[in-house]
């Protein structure tokens, strides 16, 4: 998708208009059938978006993965962010691909294994923007993702948008990176169908008005997400504890609705054979090995990442979420608004041309 905006500010594309300057608008966690849902609520987006004006997203349909394909256009097998919480091959630790880069375990400059766009761009003399939140502004994440792009971190969603408006609007040649986090944080706490996540679409679908017209008419607007989300409410987890679930378990990565399994040594068959007759009605179960070839990680993945990978894969496919019993920290489990998994609600996204993209 990158690549498609610089070369519409350069004039170069084949598939959109020529433009002055481009936004990317990343709406964190809206699915295309969340915002048809909910249109009443999204109404300019809504009204904006065509049948044919969607994307799917990649696999494990999370934050970590989506935007770093979206970052290097490779993906996830390619650039080795393969899910939410991982195992890291060697040491065995369990880290978290979001917020976990800055205890050590994982170097951003290194386990991210494809260049970052914008670093390629910075290098062409190109300028590039970033504008998110304050807190993003310095991670792990921003600088395996983000690097070579000048950054601004900036609290309120209504200043996000002013501001690249206005670096869209006055800097020749300039790709903007506009990320708006609420709607997901508003869906994993209180779920899709509460009021809070319909309030929340309000708020992002005035926002995206507002951005448009500050940018003015030479400005071409895409609007994108890097997942959906679907509500599973609490009668509807499941907890796995001792017996044959865990049988030959050493770790849980992945996310509640998308596990990676890491099996001990030589129980992987076991263990998929286990999950297989426990879930296969509601969710896909599948060794690495077939997760590999049937090409979900895409369709080049090294040996390296592989090891990254769970030894099973637990992807639900009915409205569950996964939760391992033994532990101690449950917070999780108050989490509503969920996705990592294969359905549509959870990978279709939306693909808006707006402003000087507009059809």
Known sequence: MLPILTEAVSGRSDVLPPVRSAIVFVIDGLGARNLAAHRGHGRFLAGAMGKRDVAVTVFPSTTAAALTSLL????????????????????????????????????PLSWQRCA?????????????????????ASSGFTAATLRGAKIHGVAELDERVRLAAHLAR??????????????????????????????????????????????????????????GMVDVPAHRQVLFGDGPLTDGLAAVGGEPRMLHLYA????????????????????????????????LFGQTVPAEVQQRIGDV????????????????DTSGRAMIGQHGSLTDEETVVPLIRLGAFAR
């Open 72 to 107: 290097t256009a490779a993906w996830p097998g390619e650039h080795g962010v393969v899910g939410y919480r991982v195992r890291v091959p060697g040491s065995g630790e369990v880290v978290n691909q979001l917020s976990g880069w800055d205890d050590g375990a994982i170097d």
């Open 116 to 136: 970052p766009l914008f670093d390629l761009d910075a290098a062409s003399g190109h300028p590039r923007f970033v504008v998110s939140k304050p807190e993003y």
């Open 170 to 227: 006055v800097t020749d040649g300039a790709l903007v990176y506009l990320y708006a986090p609420e709607l997901d944080a508003a869906g994993h706490r209180a779920g899709v169908e509460s009021d809070r996540w319909a309030h929340t679409l309000e708020a992002i679908d005035g926002a995206a008005r507002r951005l448009v017209d500050v940018a003015g008419p030479q400005v071409g607007v895409l609007v994108t997400a890097d997942h």
């Open 264 to 295: 001990e040594d030589g129980a992987a068959g076991t263990l998929r054979a286990a999950w297989a007759e426990a879930e296969d009605q509601r969710s896909w179960v599948l060794s690495r090995a077939e997760a590999i070839e049937a090409g």
């Open 313 to 328: 894969l637990v992807a639900a496919r009915s409205r569950v979420a996964y939760y391992d019993g033994r532990g101690a």
